[in-house]
């Protein structure tokens, strides 16, 4: 569906852009308005006050999409492999949702840019939903708006969710906890077998994709990271990393990536982990929103409660701030 859809008069398309009237976003974003669905995500990004109503009205539709992490230095190929695996996905059926997250910048800056350039094939494409997002300003950053995007996605009927953050400080981890499987990007040459072990990248990755294989020391890049993979410790039944070579610019190794996805998936479900994984998410996800409630809880008490008097109590030796917390933790479950 477009913008000037015949069906729809200009009122109601303005009406869904700035609409706060949650059911009727989610009825729409059911029925697969890409204007609900871009609307609900920029609330969801936004923070607004109706996040909570939101999630309460998605929650039935949770865990019906497979998310899939891709994560990797800048320029590693991240955003050429998502546009290629969502074709990938399109011509088994699936409906696909893309995130591309810019853990750096709250504008739409030149990566995001560039993103929209290398994903403009599905641009027109019903099945396929695409959305930039910033997390800087968040509190929780990545951790906080994302789900709630996911989970946006999957409500609106998306099989797969594919999430794309750099590889940058926190990202790569975070992404890891929010996927079922995570996809770690390298290229040869950019001394990213190395880098990855200190970014404890090994932890994390379910699939390595050595991409821009084109180029000179894919070789040594995929024999490095084998090498590692065999000096990690794995218990027998443990996942084994899978090494999968691409060009993404050719669209080559797009469908080794597709397969080395699909059997992560199926030894997901096969050892119950897909449930582990999902139950790990959720909590962390419930402790970030309550830990959010308790600090704002704790910003509003600054102002005509105990803390002014415990600080004075602090602050003169009286007592000590342990105690003053506790007694203040005391006050917020009243
Ligand atoms: N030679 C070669 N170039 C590639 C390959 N894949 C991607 N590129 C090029 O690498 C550059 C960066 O590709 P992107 O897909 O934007 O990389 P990215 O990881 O999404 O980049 P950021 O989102 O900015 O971190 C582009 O110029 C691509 O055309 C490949 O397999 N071989
Ligand atoms: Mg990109």
Same mark, same amino acid.
């Given at each position: 569906?477009?913008?000037?859809?015949?069906?729809?008069?200009?009122?109601?398309?303005?009406?869904?852009?700035?609409?706060?009237?949650?059911?009727?976003?989610?009825?729409?974003?059911?029925?697969?308005?890409?204007?609900?669905?871009?609307?609900?995500?920029?609330?969801?990004?936004?923070?607004?006050?109706?996040?909570?109503?939101?999630?309460?009205?998605?929650?039935?539709?949770?865990?019906?999409?497979?998310?899939?992490?891709?994560?990797?230095?800048?320029?590693? %190929?991240? #955003?050429?492999? /998502?546009?290629?695996? &969502? $074709?990938? *996905?399109?011509?088994? !059926?699936?409906? @696909?949702?893309?995130?591309?997250?810019?853990?750096?910048?709250?504008?739409?800056?030149?990566?995001?840019?560039?993103?929209?350039?290398?994903?403009?094939?599905?641009?027109?494409?019903?099945?396929?939903?695409?959305?930039?997002?910033?997390?800087?300003?968040?509190?929780? %950053?990545? #951790?906080?708006? /994302?789900?709630?995007? &996911? $989970?946006? *996605?999957?409500?609106? !009927?998306?099989? @797969?969710?594919?999430?794309?953050?750099?590889?940058?400080?926190?990202?790569?981890?975070?992404?890891?906890?929010?996927?079922?499987?995570?996809?770690?990007?390298?290229?040869?040459?950019?001394?990213?077998?190395?880098?990855?072990?200190?970014?404890?990248?090994?932890?994390?990755?379910?699939?390595?994709?050595?991409?821009?294989?084109? $180029?000179?020391?894919?070789?040594?890049?995929?024999?490095?990271?084998?090498?590692?993979?065999?000096?990690?410790?794995?218990?027998?039944?443990?996942?084994?990393?899978?090494?999968?070579?691409?060009?993404?610019?050719?669209?080559?190794?797009?469908?080794?990536?597709?397969?080395?996805?699909?059997?992560?998936?199926?030894?997901?479900?096969?050892?119950?982990?897909?449930?582990?994984?999902?139950?790990?998410?959720?909590?962390?996800?419930?402790?970030?929103?309550?830990?959010?409630?308790?600090?704002?809880?704790?910003?509003?008490?600054?102002?005509?409660?105990?803390?002014?008097?415990?600080?004075?109590?602090?602050?003169?030796?009286?007592?000590?701030?342990?105690?003053?917390?506790?007694?203040?933790?005391?006050?917020?479950?009243?």
């Amino acid at each position: 569906m477009s913008e000037s859809d015949a069906n729809v008069p200009a009122a109601v398309t303005g009406s869904v852009r700035r609409s706060r009237d949650v059911p009727v976003l989610v009825e729409r974003a059911r029925e697969g308005d890409p204007r609900a669905v871009a609307r609900l995500i920029t609330l969801v990004e936004s923070g607004d006050e109706t996040v909570p109503s939101i999630a309460a009205a998605l929650a039935p539709f949770a865990g019906q999409a497979q998310v899939v992490g891709l994560t990797g230095s800048p320029g590693v %190929g991240k #955003s050429t492999t /998502t546009n290629e695996l &969502v $074709r990938a *996905l399109r011509a088994r !059926g699936h409906r @696909v949702g893309v995130l591309a997250i810019d853990p750096s910048s709250p504008f739409t800056g030149g990566a995001i840019l560039g993103d929209r350039v290398r994903m403009q094939d599905h641009a027109t494409d019903p099945g396929v939903y695409i959305r930039s997002m910033s997390s800087r300003g968040h509190l929780g %950053g990545l #951790s906080a708006a /994302t789900p709630q995007a &996911v $989970r946006v *996605l999957e409500g609106a !009927g998306c099989d @797969v969710v594919l999430v794309e953050t750099v590889g940058v400080g926190q990202a790569e981890v975070e992404v890891a906890s929010l996927a079922d499987t995570t996809l770690v990007l390298l290229a040869p040459g950019m001394g990213d077998a190395i880098q990855a072990v200190k970014a404890g990248i090994l932890e994390i990755a379910d699939i390595f994709v050595v991409n821009k294989a084109d $180029r000179d020391g894919a070789d040594a890049t995929v024999r490095d990271i084998q090498g590692m993979i065999a000096l990690g410790e794995r218990g027998p039944g443990q996942w084994r990393p899978q090494v999968v070579r691409a060009v993404a610019t050719r669209a080559e190794g797009i469908d080794d990536i597709a397969a080395a996805i699909d059997k992560h998936r199926g030894w997901l479900v096969e050892h119950d982990e897909l449930r582990r994984r999902r139950e790990a998410r959720a909590a962390a996800e419930i402790e970030a929103i309550a830990l959010g409630v308790l600090r704002a809880r704790i910003g509003s008490l600054r102002d005509g409660t105990h803390l002014p008097a415990l600080a004075a109590e602090v602050a003169a030796g009286a007592t000590d701030p342990y105690a003053a917390a506790d007694a203040l933790l005391a006050q917020l479950a009243r």
